[in-house]
């Protein structure tokens, strides 16, 4: 088997892991949240929550999470670190990779452009565009998200760069993805 080979492989054995995952939990979102208006002691809170304007609620999911910080020790933030699958660096080999985007690159046609990807985009750059939920998207607190599928990516860019351009746009991406398991 091929270095290129190994790598797919991998990645599917990784995101066939991330999916089961989500099947053993068996928990319904519905449930968690009606368990925590209860005890908060909000009815509805959810629902004033997605009343809050985006930046309001960045705003205070900020405060949370700084309180939240306050009281984190460096022994529980590595603990979270070894723990969480998201916190791990890659497996694949730095300069197997960067073999590769030379190989690829190199096979482009000339009027292709190289892309180096923002590792966020805005939020709902996954659930607006393609019908995938936003459950399955890592979704930040500054109204962002990191980018899950660079093609929706490319087409936002493809887009805003035709508004200024009268040429076709055609960019080729160099970009690694972050797949998400559903985070309730």
């Not at 599917?12 to 991330?18: E, Q």
């Not at 996954?126 to 929706?152: C, F, G, K, Y």
Request: hydrophobic fraction near 40%; charge should be neutral; include cysteine.
């Amino acid at each position: 088997m091929s270095r290129f080979s190994a790598v797919f492989v991998q990645f599917g054995k990784n995101l066939r892991v991330a999916r089961q995952s989500k099947l053993k939990s068996g928990v319904h979102v519905d449930d968690i949240i009606r368990r925590i208006e209860a005890e908060a002691g909000v009815p509805n809170l959810s629902g004033v929550l997605v009343g809050l304007k985006p930046t309001d609620l960045q705003s205070l999911l900020m405060m949370v999470y700084r309180e939240h910080a306050k009281h984190r020790d460096p022994r529980s933030v590595l603990s979270d670190y070894v723990s969480n699958r998201f916190y791990f660096p890659s497996e694949c080999d730095p300069e197997f990779l960067n073999e590769w985007d030379s190989v690829a690159l190199s096979h482009l046609p000339e009027d292709f452009d190289a892309v180096e990807l923002s590792p966020v985009s805005p939020l709902g750059s996954v659930s607006s565009i393609a019908p995938i939920s936003q459950d399955w998207v890592l979704t930040m607190i500054r109204n962002m998200e990191v980018v899950s599928d660079p093609t929706n990516i490319l087409a936002l860019g493809c887009a805003a760069r035709r508004r200024s351009s009268c040429g076709p746009v055609t960019p080729s991406p160099n970009r690694s993805i972050s797949p998400a398991a559903t985070v309730w």
